[in-house]
């Protein structure tokens, strides 16, 4: 029985099709599309797919655009579900204060990356880096307590925020450079250290809290932008939401 998992971002929607609701199931057909564009999907790129046999999916973009996305669910008759950050799931505590007010993308791939760590043996904390529209950094003990993490704007809009909040900062994309010394290179390198910088840092915190070095895995569209800059060992984990919607699922129908 197939699975649909769809990832809405701020900016993107990502599904993916597997064969079977459980974790590592084979990728039967993929894509993305922008928030401008989902009103297409069923005419679409959806349109030539068998029917799933189930969906789930982590939405960050609000109810107007989960709404949007239902009506092109509705091509297939089962009932979408949508994940909804709790006190636990999947082998996680959420230390959230409130623990619904986490973003469902990070419980989602916080649950991605436990299952990772399990299925590999490994008994190493874990920091979960999401590289979207914004970006995040989790923190993940070997034992599955998600201990808090970080929100900070994404390349992009740091480097729009600076064009609009100033005269003389609108420059073509730059390199980046450890001494830069020209403003597309200047403001290209901030931004990048800005994340990179912010990651090290988390990774410096958790291997402090828990005494033991930190797997980091980095997912999200922009990941690979980054990740040769990180002073950091590191994982690109492209799947790392939709590996959380599999385990997630796959826990929901043994439940
Ligand atoms: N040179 C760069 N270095 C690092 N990040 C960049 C660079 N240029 C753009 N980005 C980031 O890449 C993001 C675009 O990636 P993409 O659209 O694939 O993200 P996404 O994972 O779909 O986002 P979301 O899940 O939030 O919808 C931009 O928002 C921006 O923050
Ligand atoms: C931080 C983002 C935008 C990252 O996609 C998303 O996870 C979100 O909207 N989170 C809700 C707030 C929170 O996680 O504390
Ligand atoms: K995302």
Known sequence: MSFLAIDIGNTRLKWALYASPT????????GAAFLET??????????KLPHPGSMLGCNVAGDAVRRR????????????????????????????????????DRWTSLIGAHWHMRSRGSHRPVL?????????????????????????PGHGIMLRALESGTAGLRVP????????????DALTSGGTFAITGAIERMHRHL?????????????GGAGWKVAPDL???????E???????LAMQSHRLAL
């Open 128 to 152: 979960v880096v999401m590289m979207g529209t914004a970006v995040t950094v989790d923190a993940l003990s070997a034992d599955g307590q998600f201990l808090g993490g970080i929100i900070l």
């Open 38 to 47: 989902i009103d297409e999907l069923a005419e679409g790129a959806w349109a």
């Open 231 to 237: 002073d950091v060992d590191h994982e690109l984990v």
């Open 23 to 30: 974790p590592g199931a084979a990728l039967l057909d993929h």
């Open 173 to 184: 994309t730059g390199q980046v450079r450890e001494f830069p010394t020209n403003t597309s």
């Open 207 to 219: 291997r402090t809290r828990t005494g033991k070095t930190p797997i980091v895995l980095v997912t």
């Open 239 to 245: 799947s790392l939401i939709f590996d959380g919607l």
């Open 69 to 104: 996305v239902e009506e092109q669910l509705e091509l297939w008759d089962f009932t979408p579900r949508w994940v909804v950050p709790g006190a636990q799931e999947g082998g996680v505590v959420n230390g959230y204060d409130h623990p619904g007010r986490l973003g469902a």
